[in-house]
């Protein structure tokens, strides 16, 4: 019913810039907070940064000055605009949403994962 669709990653030099953008479609009544998530191999997966729906926002010290999240609530869209990326950066980052949903007859809460962008920092 739902689904979370990223976009924006690739290979990007050290000290370069990507921004990720996740839009959710289906049967959404709203959304609650929104996040990115990251995955490097060997690592466990770890918050990058996540924002409520009221835009108040939190970081992983590791990003804090260098990546920024925000989102569209009119396109149901989450962004994360990452500068000065260093190679530790390197990992399949995700988005998570908590949505409320609506099926024939009721609504329920609960969260849901893009299927991940990869982002490289290499020279």
């Known amino acids: 019913q739902v689904q979370l669709v990223e976009s924006g990653g690739g290979l990007v030099q050290p000290g370069g810039s990507l921004r990720l953008s996740c839009a959710a479609s289906g049967s959404i009544v709203s959304i609650n907070a929104m996040g990115w998530y990251r995955q490097a191999p060997g690592k466990q997966r770890e918050l990058v940064a996540r924002?409520?729906?009221?835009?108040?926002?939190n970081y992983a010290d590791s990003v804090k000055g260098r990546f920024t999240i925000s989102r569209d609530n009119a396109k149901n869209t989450v962004y994360l605009q990452m500068n000065s990326l260093k190679p530790e950066d390197t990992a399949v980052y995700y988005c998570?949403?908590?949505?409320?949903?609506?099926?024939?007859?009721?609504?329920?809460?609960?969260?849901?994962w893009g299927q991940g962008t990869q982002v490289t920092v290499s020279s």
């Open positions: 924002i409520t729906s009221g835009g108040s926002t």
């Open positions: 998570k949403a908590n949505i409320r949903v609506v099926v024939p007859g009721r609504e329920y809460v609960s969260d849901y």
